[in-house]
């Protein structure tokens, strides 16, 4: 039985393997079993909107309820295949759908990362279902009746399809596809379609509490304003003349790191990844200009701090022209050994 050896030679290897790690970089392991903070919880993730945890509510009507239940139950029979028959295939669906389930209630984000579980999942039991009612059957028999076609309608025709086909169009259909039109619609321009919709119905459908947005906003994205991309198309014309990676950095919303070095050509302070978060946070929260420019002198210190292993003497000279001898000396030593002033700043 192979599995005998690999399963525990895969731990041992990967424990050993972790070991190394935590020994010499204990952050990196860390963020390796914690998932960068999704599977242990930093404060950090706790600002940021899409790693929120979603609940039960929003995960079935992200997807649509039917089709949310309808995977929920081809689940339920994979596992029960599973157990019955030791096939592999549902092994694989169902630690798939168990893996998207959990990280999508763990995180929001994620949400994207299981809709091809859900659409695979109920299109099987919807498929089942197609199977079970026998359109194949029932077409054959109707051309297979001589005489009147509303006739042999009539009997080939059973309640059960006509059921079948009430659900595909109204719970499957409709809704999806409504679903993906309002998903399809920028929020930004959702309430000019929204009075679309209202203008084009008769009158008796039409509510009489009409507000601007009825129709459309359960689901859809926003997108920057065009001065955001006006503002980047310029920034990525300035330093032409110099690598990207060696360009002045600047500070944007971690969230859209990402977004700004791809379209301003120029590095980030911090990004997506929460790397640089505190002197952005610092930055983008301070009372007044005075305390933004320490922000970012104190980034530069730092900078050269962990470049170079220490406060240079260009460096000292430049802040003794603004400081005298005592506060350089302070600030140089808050650089560069800033465990010592933890109570200091509490």
Same mark, same amino acid.
């Given at each position: ?12 290897? &990967?424990? +050993? ?16 079993? /914690?998932?960068?903070? #999704? ?23 992200? #997807?649509?309820?039917?089709?949310? #239940?309808? +995977? ?71 051309? %297979?009746?001589? /005489? ?7 009997? &080939? ?33 959702? %309430?000019? #379609? ?17 507000? &601007?947005?009825?129709?459309? /906003?359960?689901? %859809? ?54 790397? &640089? ?6 930055? !983008? ?6 305390? +933004? ?40 030593? !808050? ?12």
């Amino acid at each position: 039985m192979p599995w005998v050896i690999i399963i525990p030679s895969v731990a041992v290897i &990967g424990g +050993a393997g972790y070991a190394g790690l935590w020994h010499f970089s204990p952050g990196v392991a860390t963020k390796l079993v /914690g998932g960068a903070g #999704y599977l242990i919880k930093t404060k950090v993730y706790g600002t940021i909107g899409e790693a929120q945890a979603t609940d039960v509510n929003r995960f079935a009507f992200a #997807y649509g309820q039917i089709t949310f #239940y309808l +995977a929920m139950i081809a689940l339920f029979l994979l596992i029960v295949e599973y157990m019955r028959f030791w096939k592999k295939d549902r092994l694989l669906m169902v630690v798939w759908t168990a893996t998207a389930i959990y990280m999508t209630m763990g995180a929001i984000r994620f949400m994207f990362n299981a809709t091809p579980v859900f659409a695979i999942l109920s299109g099987w039991i919807i498929w089942e279902i197609i199977g079970k009612v026998d359109f194949r059957m029932m077409i054959k028999n109707v051309h %297979g009746m001589r /005489g009147n076609k509303f006739y042999a309608m009539k009997k &080939g025709v059973k309640l059960q399809h006509v059921g079948c086909a009430l659900f595909l169009v109204f719970c499957i259909v409709l809704p999806n596809a409504m679903g993906a039109i309002d998903a399809s619609i920028p929020y930004e321009k959702k %309430g000019e #379609y929204d009075r679309m919709i209202y203008d084009w119905l008769p009158d008796f459908a039409k509510p009489s509490d009409y507000s &601007g947005s009825w129709y459309l /906003g359960a689901h %859809g994205q926003g997108f920057l304003s065009g001065y955001w991309f006006d503002g980047l198309k310029w920034l990525s014309e300035q330093d032409a003349d110099i690598p990207v990676e060696e360009r002045p950095a600047f500070i944007a919303w971690w969230d859209y790191g990402f977004q700004c070095v791809q379209d301003g050509k120029h590095p980030t302070i911090a990004d997506n990844f929460q790397n &640089g978060i505190p002197a952005a946070g610092n930055f !983008i929260t301070a009372q007044n200009e005075s305390r +933004a420019i320490s922000v970012l002198i104190t980034r530069i210190l730092h900078t050269e701090y962990h470049e170079r292993g220490k406060i240079t003497g260009d460096v000292k000279n430049v802040l003794l022209q603004h400081l005298d001898a005592n506060d350089s000396k302070t600030l140089e030593e !808050i650089i560069t050994n800033p465990d010592n002033y933890v109570d200091y700043v509490l």
